[in-house]
């Protein structure tokens, strides 16, 4: 089953900071994060492992709540290339390539 | 490192006909993931091979088919077309022991 991300669309002014939720009916083993830019392939981001948390790179972190099936995304002090479509993919099982992503959440930050 | 190239990035066909993509991943990875990606329904997974036996499937038409060599190249293949195959479609190689993934261009596959 499709994860849930929220909200669809945010808009942001530089320097401006956004949380991205992503909710799973079902039970997680890992979370990934991606950021695709308009005419470019999605970038990876980071990973959330079920019993552990993992802080990505840049101001961008995420935390994963393995009780409630969901993971958030902060980003911090937005900057002008934060700007994207970001997308949850949940693992349902580890040691495996499969991943079911939501639907995506459209940021877009302003000078 | 060479990132994952895709093959060819742009591809036009008629309904009925058929169309095989390619993609290399990143040397040293194993996994190969695909995923076809439209405006109305995101980023959907197609299949993943792993040392060349597809170890996942997901809930694609038998006309989806793919494969993975020995050296972890691997090919889609989509067989009579129709225009809902209209689409980018996206292959990312896994190597990491938590199976990030990291994607390739991908093709835009664009069905007449």
């Known amino acids: 089953q499709q994860p849930v991300q929220s909200p669809q669309a945010v808009i942001l002014r530089e320097g401006e900071d956004a949380v991205i939720n992503c909710s799973s009916s079902?039970?997680?083993?890992?979370v990934h994060w991606y950021r695709q830019k308009h005419g470019e392939a999605p970038v990876f981001l980071m990973i959330?492992?079920?019993?552990?948390e993992q802080k990505g790179h840049e101001k961008i972190s995420a935390s994963f709540n393995e009780k409630k099936q969901q993971s958030s995304l902060y980003l911090t002090a937005s900057q002008l290339s934060y700007s994207g479509t970001y997308f949850c993919?949940?693992?349902?099982?580890?040691?495996?390539?499969?991943?079911?992503f939501g639907q995506g959440t459209t940021l877009q930050v302003k000078p | 490192k060479a990132g994952v190239t895709q093959t060819p990035r742009y591809l036009i066909k008629t309904r009925g006909q058929q169309v095989t993509l390619s993609c290399s991943p990143i040397?040293?990875?194993?996994?190969v993931s695909w995923y076809q990606q439209t405006p109305g329904q995101g980023l959907q997974f197609l299949f993943e091979?792993?040392?060349?036996?597809?170890?996942n499937k997901g809930n694609f038409p038998g006309r989806f088919s793919g494969r993975q060599f020995s050296n972890s190249r691997s090919e889609m293949n989509v067989s009579t077309l129709e225009l809902g195959d209209s689409a980018l479609y996206l292959c990312?190689?896994?190597?990491?022991?938590?199976?990030?993934?990291?994607f390739g261009p991908g093709t835009r596959l664009t069905v007449t």
């Open positions: 993919g949940t693992g349902p099982s580890g040691n495996t390539g499969k991943l079911i």
């Open positions: 091979y792993f040392s060349e036996t597809q170890r």
């Open positions: 040397s040293g990875h194993r996994s």
């Open positions: 079902k039970a997680l083993y890992s």
């Open positions: 959330l492992l079920k019993g552990g």
């Open positions: 990312a190689s896994s190597g990491g022991r938590n199976y990030e993934q990291y």
